[in-house]
C-alpha cells in the first residue's frame, strides 16, 4: 500500500494567483499523476509526473497553466497557474505500483474568487 | 478518446436494499477498477477485474467484467449507512495496465435509514 499526503487541504484564492500543491507519499513510487475533480464531475487525469524530467501532460491540459515538479520519487508538486473560477476543482495526486495498483491522496480542493 | 457511461447518475435506497450500478464503454477494456470516493476524500480501489467474464466479490460487494469486455457490474447487497459515496469505474489508457486511468461519470448513492 502507499500512504499519500496533501498540501494544502483546501484554499481559497483570488484569480491571477498562482498557488503549489504538495503531494508526499511514504515510500518511493515510480509513477505518479495529477488529477483534476471539477465540481460534481468526475476524475480528468492532468499529467504523469516523471522524476528528473519533464510531466507528460494530457490533452488539453498545458506545461504554463499546469507546471509539475518531481525532484525524487516520493515528492511532487503541481501549481495551478494564473487561476481564474473556472480552476475551482478538487485536485488528486495518486500513485501507481506495477503488480498492485493506484492509490489516490486526500484531494485539495480549490476555489477560486 | 475513451468513455466510460456510469448509470444510475443517482441512487437514493433503503438501509437493506440491495444495489446495481453498471459502466458501458465505447472501446475495450482489459482491466475493470470500482472506486468508491467518500465526501472529503480521494477515492479508494473497492474491486480490480482482470479477465472478461470474472466474478469478484469483496465482502458485499460483487463485481462482474462483462463478456464482451465493453462493461461492467458492481452490486451491493444489503446495503447500509456507510455505503454512502460516489462509486466510480475506472479502465486503464491504452496501456493495458491500472496505471493512467480513465474514469466513468459516477454512480452518487444515497442510503436512507
Known amino acids: 500500500s502507499a500512504v499519500i499526503s496533501q498540501k494544502p487541504s483546501r484554499d481559497i484564492c483570488q484569480r491571477g494567483t498562482s498557488l503549489t500543491i504538495q503531494c508526499q507519499v511514504d515510500s518511493q513510487v515510480t509513477m505518479m499523476f495529477w488529477y483534476r475533480q471539477q465540481p460534481g464531475q468526475s476524475l480528468t487525469l492532468i499529467a504523469t509526473?516523471?522524476?528528473?524530467?519533464?510531466?507528460?501532460?494530457e490533452s488539453g491540459f498545458v506545461i504554463d497553466k499546469f507546471p509539475i515538479s518531481r525532484p525524487n520519487l516520493t515528492f511532487s508538486t503541481l501549481t495551478v497557474s494564473n487561476m481564474s473560477p473556472e480552476d475551482s476543482s478538487i485536485y488528486l495526486c495518486?500513485?501507481?505500483?506495477?503488480?498492485?495498483?493506484?492509490?489516490f491522496g486526500p484531494g485539495t480542493r480549490l476555489l477560486v474568487l | 478518446g475513451q468513455q466510460l457511461n456510469q448509470s444510475p447518475q443517482s441512487m437514493f435506497i433503503q438501509e437493506g436494499e440491495d444495489v446495481s450500478m453498471n459502466c458501458t464503454s465505447s472501446?475495450?477494456?482489459?482491466?475493470w477498477l470500482w472506486y468508491k470516493q467518500e465526501p472529503g476524500e480521494g477515492p479508494v480501489l473497492l474491486i480490480a477485474l482482470y479477465k472478461a467474464g470474472e466474478l469478484t466479490s469483496n465482502g458485499r460487494l460483487t463485481a462482474q467484467f462483462g463478456i464482451t469486455r465493453k462493461d461492467s457490474f458492481l452490486n451491493i447487497s444489503a446495503s447500509i449507512p456507510s455505503d454512502v459515496g460516489i462509486y466510480f469505474c475506472?479502465?486503464?489508457?491504452?496501456?493495458?495496465?491500472?496505471?493512467?486511468?480513465?474514469f466513468g461519470t459516477g454512480t452518487r448513492l444515497q442510503v436512507t435509514l
Open positions: 472501446s475495450i477494456f482489459n482491466t
Open positions: 509526473a516523471n522524476q528528473g524530467s519533464e510531466a507528460t501532460y
Open positions: 495518486s500513485v501507481y505500483r506495477p503488480g498492485e495498483t493506484q492509490y
Open positions: 475506472a479502465g486503464p489508457q491504452n496501456t493495458g495496465t491500472a496505471s493512467k486511468l480513465t
